[in-house]
């Protein structure tokens, strides 16, 4: 650790024994801890007896931080950066600093560890040759079913962070808009105390979940069975995505002109592509 360097550090996600020795050893010598939370940083340093000198790094703050890190660099010192839990970057401030510290001519070493999305990946039986991690989803309902509709013809492994007061909703909102028979895996709290991993179809995944409130606490990722693929219909995603909206509106045959109209996609195809979804 002569050269200067920003170090990308992987902390816990509940088990505290799940910090590496690398990444102790790394904390422990570098110069400065730059930190998502001060506070929750500075009682996982002080299980391990780490004395270090920090600052925060937050999403209001990251962009004139860079500039106070990047002179650091200059200056010859190695500096970490930690958010609360997991890997940094993975829907945690730090893309602004690492692509700030890269572009000013300095190395960044990731130091590797948790990361939530893929603890409950390995562990849930879903396909994980392609999957895609789209983080969390929109606070309110319209623009969720809106994102997930937009998603609903994805045929790879999606995975998405959730928070408390929202599960429910959100898996109510899947439910609308993937179906009700489409297999749907929770990871809740994962390794703490009370970790449970659970999956099964939507409607049933639901009815477990609310009917038992201690399951709908703590942090979730959720996991998404892709969709089956279909045949090549020759329709652009764009205009299969529009009939769709325009199908949960009006007949099939006026759903698929518009569509036609607007997208330019042949009127015969889209209404057969209807009533083949229909059958």
Not at 100 to 129: H, I, K, N, Q, W
Request: proline fraction near 5%.
């Amino acid at each position: 650790m002569s050269a200067p360097r920003l170090y990308v550090v992987a902390t816990p996600i509940g088990n505290l024994a799940d910090l590496s020795p690398r990444a102790q050893q790394i904390l422990a010598e570098v110069d400065l801890i730059a930190a998502e939370d001060t506070r929750h940083t500075g009682r996982l340093l002080q299980h391990f007896n780490i004395k270090a000198n920090l600052i925060s790094v937050h999403d209001h703050n990251e962009r004139q931080r860079a500039d106070m890190i990047i002179d650091r660099l200059q200056q010859g010192q190695q500096i970490a950066l930690v958010s609360d839990a997991g890997t940094p970057l993975i829907s945690d401030p730090g893309f602004v600093l690492v692509r700030a510290v890269r572009e000013a001519g300095f190395e960044v070493s990731p130091v590797p560890g948790c990361c939530a999305f893929v603890a409950a990946l390995s562990a849930s039986g879903m396909p994980s040759d392609r999957f895609s991690f789209e983080g969390f989803l929109p606070a309110k309902s319209g623009a969720r079913q809106q994102a997930l509709s937009e998603l609903a013809e994805a045929t790879q492994t999606l995975i998405f962070y959730e928070s408390t007061h929202r599960i429910v909703d959100s898996l109510r909102d899947m439910q609308a808009t993937l179906g009700a028979d489409r297999f749907v895996l929770v990871a809740r709290e994962l390794t703490k105390t009370f970790e449970t991993i659970k999956g099964a179809p939507l409607n049933q995944l639901l009815e477990w979940i609310q009917a038992d409130p201690n399951q709908q606490r703590g942090e979730f990722v959720v996991i998404v069975q892709g969709a089956p693929a279909r045949a090549d219909t020759g329709i652009s995603i764009e205009a299969q995505r529009i009939l769709g909206l325009l199908a949960a509106e009006l007949p099939p045959k006026k759903a698929a002109a518009l569509t036609a109209e607007i997208t330019g996609a042949n009127k015969k195809a889209l209404y057969q592509l209807l009533l083949d979804k229909k059958g």
